[in-house]
Nanobody, 123 residues
Framework: VQLQASGGGLVQAGGSLRLSCAASGRTFSIYTMAWFRQAPGKEREFAAA????????DYADSVKGRFTISRDNTKNTVYLQMNSLKPEDTAVYYC?????????????????WGQGTLVTVSS
């Protein structure tokens, strides 16, 4: 699976962005997908995950209620809708794929990673 993330940019605090991650290669619909983020000088952290069918989701406490993960298996794409953005959301956002049914918050189980897209939230 090859993953291509896009949609990052510069936005003011309180604004919104939608990230996309397009997958190619093997059957997209069998993979659990997730978004992670990495701020400058910090470790990569979990943001959100979605099951292969889209029926289950999980969110980090820091984004719950503001971010929504979704997927369109007909387009081989996973999305991250980010609302009410805060300066602390500034990071490079990575999409990741796991060949399995569980939603993991750690980076280890994810087999494939996109190249990252930068989100900058100004105050």
């Amino acid at each position: 699976v090859q993953l291509q993330a896009s949609g990052g940019g510069l936005v003011q605090a309180g604004g919104s962005l939608r990230l996309s991650c397009a997958a190619s290669g093997r059957t997209f619909s069998i993979y659990t997908m997730a978004w992670f983020r990495q701020a400058p000088g910090k470790e990569r952290e979990f943001a959100a995950a979605i099951s292969s069918s889209g029926g289950s989701t999980d969110y980090a406490d820091s984004v719950k209620g503001r971010f929504t993960i979704s997927r369109d298996n007909t387009k081989n794409t996973v999305y991250l809708q980010m609302n009410s953005l805060k300066p602390e959301d500034t990071a490079v956002y990575y999409c990741a794929a796991n060949y399995g049914s569980r939603l993991y918050r750690g980076t280890g189980p994810y087999d494939y990673w996109g190249q990252g897209t930068l989100v900058t939230v100004s105050s």
